[in-house]
């Protein structure tokens, strides 16, 4: 046990027809309303925008990746310069990842053991030892308000006997995360594992449950298995978490998932997905997805979404937006992120008040079909 946590959750709103709900999550750098979606700051940035364009577009939190951190500029150097609230200049909640999936899908891997990992640092093959206490001593350094527990992430396709030592080896870093985990102002998140198997999930799930986490997380989704398997793993797993935690859906960000998990009773998200593909060229619209580099757009003086009130949407026309990006001009990616983000919160607007009306199926329909 690791004390009372400085984290709350309040449950204010329930679906009728489905297990969507509305709440509250409050931390020490203030409270975000849920369902939520974060957007990943990776680098301790999100790409290109300020933290007031964030703000102004409705972003709650951010989630910032402790392994890229840990390896530049270092966590401890954060630490002494105030933690990462006042590093980046953000006052809003932060969540931070353990680095699990980044050592399983980018770092050059040397050893997998109970221990933990060991691997080359993919900026100066360096070697590194990751274990659970690392995790949480970085996690402690960089003083976000909700941290989480060391996982094993193997890919989706990995048999059952890989899938089930990954689940064996995530609740033993589950319980030294926790016995390490000294900071009460942080929330230690626990991380249901199992890949696509449903017993694996419900496992993971029971004995990461009777560790009594303050919030539990749903990793090793959107590796690669499909948009219905996931929502079926989905609906198997969220049941089995506490209802009064907060449940946090690690990495996933289409549109549909995110509605479809809503469903399940998902109450926050993180994805790279809305800048990422507005870096891309990809928009987000009320009307489809707009590929913005097409030739369509060439004469347009259209904006992105007429119902949008985004600065891009208010003041660039469409023809304006590809020249930039045929132009590689860095305006271009950085209004497109800018107005990705904005749908996104608006659609998070409307799934809120979609299940405080009890109305949330309806809105499903709406959207989905």
Known sequence: ????????????????????????????????????????????????????????????????NSYHLAL?????????????????????????DSGGFQLFSLAHLVHIGDDGVQFR?????????????RAIAIQEQLGADIIMCLDHCPPANVDFATAEAAVVRTTRWARRCRQVHRRPDQALFGIIQGGVYPELRERSARELVELDFPGYAVGGLSVGEGHEQMIAILSVTAPLLPADRPRYLMGVGMPRDVLRAVACGIDFFDCVLPTRNGRNGMAFTGQGTVRIRNAEHRDSAEP????????????????YLRHLFLAEEMLGPILLSLHNLYYFNRLMDRIRAAIRAGRYAELLTEELE
């Open 1 to 64: 046990m690791t004390g009372v946590s400085a984290l709350r959750f309040e449950l204010l709103a329930s679906d009728r027809s489905t297990a969507a709900r509305v709440g509250r999550v409050i931390t020490p750098h203030g409270s975000f309303e849920t369902p939520a979606y974060f957007p990943v700051a990776t680098r301790a940035t999100v790409r290109g925008l300020l933290p007031e364009q964030l703000r102004d577009a409705g972003v709650q939190g951010l989630l910032v």
């Open 72 to 96: 530049r500029p270092g966590a401890a150097l954060v630490q002494r310069l105030g933690g990462l609230h006042r590093f980046m200049h953000w006052e809003r909640p932060i969540v931070t």
């Open 121 to 133: 640092s993919h900026l100066d093959g360096a070697l590194i030892e990751w274990t659970p206490e």
């Open 304 to 319: 992105l979404d007429p119902d949008c009130p985004c600065p891009t949407c208010r003041y660039y026309s469409r023809a």
